[in-house]
């Protein structure tokens, strides 16, 4: 049989439908498609594909189980590694990560990895039971978790099953932090998906406490010192969003894609009127920014029932963060790309309501220090475009708040919190940190694999602890 060079392609619902609707796009390979991409697997004798994925799946053995057609066995394989497949399966940037490194890649496309690993996890969603059994001992150290994405939840996955008893205290009424109130539906379905992979979670005796603001309910030194937890873990992401700092941002219609996203996917408001969310998104919208968070809140305002969505970006199409297969989703269902362009001013009707952005025209000159060619503006090139609503989408920080009621640990100028890399080990004793709120906004997996290295670090204090 020939060797296929080429990618099995993913069944998706067809864009002039699905930019409709909040259902999923992708709608995951097939058993035939799933043993056919399986099969393109070389299984080197270096899998140099493992060295790209930061929580160390075994991706070879997986794909090996998937040939056999023990699609459980291929689960349980990846769940060694990782407690969010079906997640990481659909967000996970696998083309800079595992794939990158596949040598199918060389000569063609690298084998789907990412497609693989979810259609496992959906196979086994649907069809396996899945024993999941109380892992956490009932005597055993206490550990708390602040925050409940993707680093909390892999750091309380792995910690639970060395049998510490984990509670994670989440600010907001739902847990999943980014993987419910950041990722849309049609990208992330959140009861299919999210839901049960955080009830997997508490089967394995993981206490999840919702609407808990650590640093308003109490600190990270009373959770120590009155609550008698024996580390703390400090996983509260990336949350507050950057602003441009231009004239009418303040306007009726502006919106941050933090509270557009949050406001649409933990608070349903797509799903108005049966969800008490309203959310107002007029003819014409434009999204400020090139990343991931902008291409989801261009499609989700595409979905709400905009007419016309713009994307504007400061860069050309080659530098655009996002991946690739965002931006050809976005294109596909209609999504006008602005590029080399840069928002100077928003415009207001006498009311103060949004009515045009002003752009400036852009041109690309030296890399700057991130690698890419610096965006230069074009003197006397200013332009207004229309539109009523505006999404600004350029990136977020750290909230405070921890950092703040907590003196003793050290941050950076940009207000993260300063940990070891490879521990995650704060300046406090006993306090650990890890994903966003020490990197800066990053990816799922990015913070998952700093979440594995934690509760390893923690294991190994908490050891350390018991037998002095």
Same mark, same amino acid.
């Given at each position: 049989?020939?060797?296929?060079?080429?990618?099995?392609?993913?069944?998706?619902?067809?864009?002039?439908? #699905? #930019?409709?609707?909040?259902?999923?796009?992708?709608?995951?390979?097939?058993?035939?498609?799933?043993?056919?991409?399986?099969?393109?697997? @070389?299984?080197?004798?270096?899998?140099?594909?493992? &060295?790209?994925?930061?929580?160390?799946?075994?991706?070879?053995?997986?794909?090996?189980?998937?040939?056999?057609?023990?699609?459980?066995?291929?689960?349980?394989?990846?769940?060694?590694?990782?407690?969010?497949?079906?997640?990481?399966?659909?967000?996970?940037? +696998?083309?800079?990560?595992?794939?990158?490194?596949?040598?199918?890649?060389?000569?063609?496309?690298?084998?789907?990895?990412?497609?693989?690993?979810?259609?496992?996890?959906?196979?086994?969603?649907?069809?396996?039971?899945? &024993?999941?059994?109380?892992?956490? !001992?009932?005597?055993?150290?206490?550990?708390?978790?602040?925050?409940?994405?993707?680093?909390?939840?892999?750091?309380?996955?792995?910690? =639970? !099953?060395?049998?510490?008893?984990?509670?994670?205290?989440?600010?907001?009424?739902?847990?999943?932090?980014?993987?419910?109130?950041?990722?849309?539906?049609? $990208?992330?379905? &959140?009861?299919?998906?999210?839901?049960?992979?955080?009830?997997?979670?508490?089967?394995?005796?993981?206490?999840?406490?919702?609407?808990?603001?650590?640093?308003?309910?109490?600190?990270?030194?009373?959770?120590?010192?009155?609550?008698?937890?024996?580390?703390?873990?400090?996983?509260?992401?990336?949350?507050?969003?950057?602003?441009?700092?231009?004239?009418?941002?303040? @306007?009726?219609?502006?919106?941050?894609?933090?509270?557009?996203?949050?406001?649409?996917?933990?608070?349903?408001?797509? /799903?108005?009127?049966?969800?008490?969310?309203?959310?107002?998104?007029?003819?014409?919208?434009?999204?400020?920014?090139?990343?991931?968070?902008?291409?989801?809140?261009? #499609?989700?305002?595409?979905?709400?029932?905009?007419?016309?969505?713009?994307?504007?970006? $400061?860069?050309?199409?080659?530098?655009?963060?996002? /991946? $690739?297969?965002?931006?050809?989703?976005?294109?596909?269902?209609?999504?006008?790309?602005?590029?080399?362009?840069?928002?100077?001013?928003?415009?207001?009707?006498?009311?103060?309501?949004?009515?045009?952005?002003?752009?400036?025209?852009?041109?690309?000159?030296?890399?700057?220090?991130?690698?890419?060619? #610096?965006?230069?503006?074009?003197?006397?090139?200013?332009?207004?475009?229309?539109?009523?609503?505006?999404?600004?989408?350029?990136?977020?920080?750290?909230?405070?708040?921890?950092?703040?009621?907590?003196?003793?640990? +050290?941050?950076?100028?940009?207000?993260?919190?300063?940990?070891?890399?490879?521990?995650?080990?704060?300046? !406090?004793?006993?306090?650990?940190?890890?994903?966003?709120?020490?990197?800066?906004?990053?990816?799922?997996?990015?913070?998952?694999?700093?979440?594995?290295?934690?509760?390893? =670090?923690?294991?190994?204090?908490?050891?350390?602890?018991?037998?002095?």
């Amino acid at each position: 049989m020939p060797l296929v060079m080429q990618k099995h392609e993913m069944p998706e619902q067809d864009a002039n439908v #699905r #930019r409709n609707n909040f259902d999923e796009v992708a709608l995951g390979y097939t058993e035939e498609l799933a043993l056919a991409e399986a099969n393109r697997c @070389l299984h080197c004798k270096v899998p140099h594909c493992r &060295k790209g994925c930061p929580v160390d799946i075994d991706i070879p053995a997986f794909i090996a189980k998937i040939k056999e057609g023990d699609f459980e066995g291929a689960n349980a394989k990846i769940k060694e590694a990782s407690s969010l497949p079906a997640i990481c399966g659909r967000v996970c940037p +696998q083309e800079n990560q595992c794939e990158k490194y596949c040598v199918m890649g060389i000569k063609g496309e690298p084998v789907g990895i990412g497609r693989l690993e979810r259609f496992v996890a959906d196979y086994c969603m649907q069809n396996c039971e899945e &024993k999941i059994e109380k892992t956490v !001992k009932d005597d055993a150290q206490k550990v708390a978790i602040i925050g409940s994405g993707p680093a909390g939840l892999a750091c309380a996955g792995d910690l =639970a !099953k060395k049998g510490y008893q984990v509670t994670i205290f989440e600010a907001l009424h739902t847990a999943g932090g980014v993987l419910s109130y950041g990722i849309p539906e049609f $990208r992330l379905p &959140k009861d299919k998906v999210v839901k049960p992979e955080i009830d997997n979670l508490r089967k394995m005796g993981v206490k999840i406490e919702v609407n808990s603001v650590v640093g308003k309910l109490f600190t990270v030194d009373e959770l120590m010192q009155e609550f008698n937890f024996d580390a703390v873990f400090i996983a509260t992401g990336a949350g507050l969003p950057h602003f441009m700092n231009i004239p009418g941002e303040n @306007l009726n219609g502006v919106y941050s894609s933090n509270e557009f996203l949050t406001r649409c996917n933990l608070m349903k408001a797509y /799903r108005f009127p049966e969800y008490a969310t309203p959310i107002n998104v007029g003819k014409k919208v434009a999204v400020v920014g090139g990343g991931n968070v902008a291409m989801d809140s261009a #499609r989700t305002a595409l979905r709400l029932g905009a007419e016309k969505v713009y994307i504007v970006y $400061r860069r050309s199409e080659k530098e655009l963060p996002a /991946r $690739r297969e965002e931006v050809e989703h976005a294109k596909q269902e209609g999504i006008e790309f602005k590029l080399l362009n840069n928002p100077v001013a928003i415009l207001g009707d006498e009311k103060g309501y949004v009515k045009a952005i002003r752009c400036i025209k852009m041109e690309l000159g030296e890399p700057d220090a991130s690698g890419r060619r #610096r965006p230069v503006e074009i003197p006397n090139s200013e332009f207004d475009i229309d539109v009523d609503t505006v999404v600004i989408a350029i990136g977020q920080g750290p909230n405070p708040l921890i950092q703040s009621t907590t003196p003793d640990m +050290q941050t950076n100028k940009r207000g993260n919190i300063i940990a070891d890399e490879e521990t995650g080990k704060t300046t !406090k004793e006993g306090v650990f940190a890890g994903g966003d709120i020490v990197t800066g906004a990053a990816t799922v997996i990015l913070a998952m694999g700093a979440g594995k290295k934690a509760a390893k =670090a923690i294991d190994e204090y908490l050891i350390e602890k018991r037998n002095k």
